[in-house]
């Protein structure tokens, strides 16, 4: 086995793991918003999300360079490579996990954070595009 073939079977473990991660997160997320646990759903979303981005970096090539460790930086940059339209989501989000962590008393609308957060995740690989999510949003469904 050369370097390359240890290296390349590394990546694709690593792959694999933050994929599980990031999708595990995300059930979790969803269980616990669903029980009203604001604070731990909110934080699982965000995990999710990292492991996400981490899980995107691990599959391309062209992002072998990318250091996983600034979570900020890695969003925008993947903003800047046409992943992502809005570069202010993760910022919105990290304000939101903020907000859900050090305050007591806030009241988020968690649904409409799930969405974008499946948003993203969907743009990564994460989660498979849904078209009943596209008619939730559709006008002419309702």
Known sequence: MSYDDASHATQERNAREALLCARL????????????????????????????????????????????ADATGLF????????????????????TVELALWQEAVSLDTHAILEEVEEILTR???????????????????
């Open 25 to 68: 997160n995300l059930r979790g997320a969803r269980r616990l918003l669903h029980k009203g646990a604001q604070r731990r759903g909110i934080a699982a979303l965000y995990d999710s999300v990292l492991f996400g981005m981490q899980y995107y970096v691990t599959r391309h090539d062209d992002c072998a360079d990318i250091d996983i």
């Open 76 to 95: 925008h940059l993947l903003t800047r490579l046409g992943i992502f339209e809005d570069p202010l989501a993760f910022n919105r989000l990290s304000l």
């Open 124 to 142: 990564l690989g994460v989660i498979t595009f849904q078209k009943s999510t596209l008619l939730k949003k559709s006008k002419i469904s309702h």
